[in-house]
Nanobody, 115 residues
Framework: QLRLVESGGGLVQPGGCLTL?????????????MGWYRQISGDERELVAW???????WYEDSVKGRFTISRDNAKNTVNLQMNSLKPEDTAVYYC?????????WGQGTQVTVSS
Protein backbone atom coordinates (compact mmCIF):
# COMPACT_ATOMS: atom_id res chain seq x y z
CA GLN A 1 0.00 0.00 0.00
CA LEU A 2 1.36 3.37 -1.02
CA ARG A 3 1.72 6.06 1.67
CA LEU A 4 2.45 9.69 0.84
CA VAL A 5 3.28 12.49 3.25
CA GLU A 6 3.58 16.04 1.92
CA SER A 7 5.20 19.00 3.68
CA GLY A 8 6.69 22.41 3.03
CA GLY A 9 3.66 24.55 2.33
CA GLY A 10 2.98 27.92 3.88
CA LEU A 11 2.14 31.55 3.32
CA VAL A 12 4.35 33.42 0.87
CA GLN A 13 4.18 36.78 -0.87
CA PRO A 14 3.76 37.02 -4.65
CA GLY A 15 7.11 36.47 -6.29
CA GLY A 16 8.32 34.33 -3.43
CA CYS A 17 9.37 30.70 -3.41
CA LEU A 18 8.68 27.47 -1.57
CA THR A 19 9.93 23.91 -1.79
CA LEU A 20 7.46 21.11 -1.22
CA UNK A 21 8.59 17.64 -0.21
CA UNK A 22 6.84 14.29 -0.45
CA UNK A 23 8.02 11.18 1.38
CA UNK A 24 6.94 8.00 -0.41
CA UNK A 25 6.66 4.69 1.41
CA UNK A 26 5.01 1.36 0.74
CA UNK A 27 4.76 -0.73 -2.37
CA UNK A 28 5.89 1.02 -5.53
CA UNK A 29 7.50 -0.39 -8.67
CA UNK A 30 11.10 0.60 -9.30
CA UNK A 31 10.02 2.13 -12.63
CA UNK A 32 7.34 4.66 -11.87
CA UNK A 33 6.11 8.17 -12.46
CA MET A 34 5.43 10.48 -9.52
CA GLY A 35 3.46 13.67 -9.81
CA TRP A 36 2.51 16.78 -7.92
CA TYR A 37 -1.13 17.80 -8.07
CA ARG A 38 -3.00 20.78 -6.68
CA GLN A 39 -6.56 21.47 -5.71
CA ILE A 40 -7.94 24.96 -5.64
CA SER A 41 -10.90 25.21 -3.31
CA GLY A 42 -13.99 23.71 -4.91
CA ASP A 43 -12.19 22.52 -8.04
CA GLU A 44 -10.91 19.11 -9.07
CA ARG A 45 -7.30 18.20 -8.46
CA GLU A 46 -5.10 19.08 -11.40
CA LEU A 47 -1.75 17.66 -12.36
CA VAL A 48 1.03 20.23 -12.06
CA ALA A 49 4.14 18.22 -12.90
CA TRP A 50 5.43 14.68 -13.08
CA UNK A 51 8.81 12.97 -13.05
CA UNK A 52 9.74 9.52 -14.28
CA UNK A 53 12.07 7.37 -12.21
CA UNK A 54 14.56 7.71 -15.10
CA UNK A 55 14.38 11.51 -14.89
CA UNK A 56 12.04 12.69 -17.64
CA UNK A 57 9.73 15.50 -16.55
CA TRP A 58 6.55 17.26 -17.66
CA TYR A 59 4.99 20.53 -16.50
CA GLU A 60 1.59 22.09 -16.86
CA ASP A 61 1.83 25.24 -19.00
CA SER A 62 1.05 27.71 -16.21
CA VAL A 63 4.03 26.55 -14.10
CA LYS A 64 6.62 25.97 -16.82
CA GLY A 65 9.79 27.91 -16.09
CA ARG A 66 8.72 28.57 -12.48
CA PHE A 67 8.40 25.11 -10.92
CA THR A 68 10.97 22.31 -10.87
CA ILE A 69 10.16 18.74 -9.90
CA SER A 70 12.91 16.46 -8.67
CA ARG A 71 13.27 13.14 -6.91
CA ASP A 72 15.74 11.19 -4.84
CA ASN A 73 15.10 7.52 -5.54
CA ALA A 74 17.44 6.40 -2.74
CA LYS A 75 15.55 8.47 -0.18
CA ASN A 76 12.11 7.92 -1.75
CA THR A 77 11.33 11.61 -1.87
CA VAL A 78 9.83 13.82 -4.55
CA ASN A 79 10.26 17.60 -4.33
CA LEU A 80 8.65 20.56 -6.03
CA GLN A 81 10.65 23.78 -6.11
CA MET A 82 8.26 26.67 -6.74
CA ASN A 83 9.62 30.06 -7.74
CA SER A 84 7.96 33.32 -8.79
CA LEU A 85 4.78 32.29 -7.05
CA LYS A 86 1.51 33.92 -8.03
CA PRO A 87 -1.78 34.28 -6.14
CA GLU A 88 -3.33 31.81 -8.58
CA ASP A 89 -0.89 29.15 -7.33
CA THR A 90 -2.77 29.16 -4.02
CA ALA A 91 -4.01 25.61 -3.48
CA VAL A 92 -3.54 22.43 -1.51
CA TYR A 93 -0.69 20.50 -3.10
CA TYR A 94 -0.55 16.70 -3.16
CA CYS A 95 1.85 14.12 -4.50
CA UNK A 96 0.75 10.79 -5.95
CA UNK A 97 1.62 8.34 -8.65
CA UNK A 98 0.81 9.32 -12.23
CA UNK A 99 -1.76 8.16 -13.06
CA UNK A 100 -2.88 8.67 -9.49
CA UNK A 101 -3.98 5.98 -7.09
CA UNK A 102 -7.25 7.06 -5.49
CA UNK A 103 -6.58 5.31 -2.20
CA UNK A 104 -3.16 6.86 -1.81
CA TRP A 105 -4.00 10.57 -1.46
CA GLY A 106 -2.34 12.09 1.59
CA GLN A 107 -3.30 15.17 3.59
CA GLY A 108 -1.62 17.54 1.18
CA THR A 109 0.12 20.76 2.08
CA GLN A 110 -1.46 24.22 1.83
CA VAL A 111 0.27 26.87 -0.24
CA THR A 112 -1.09 30.40 0.07
CA VAL A 113 0.32 33.19 -2.08
CA SER A 114 -0.84 36.55 -0.82
CA SER A 115 0.47 39.96 0.09
Amino acid sequence: QLRLVESGGGLVQPGGCLTLSCVVSGSIPSVNVMGWYRQISGDERELVAWIHSAGATWYEDSVKGRFTISRDNAKNTVNLQMNSLKPEDTAVYYCNRFPYISEAWGQGTQVTVSS
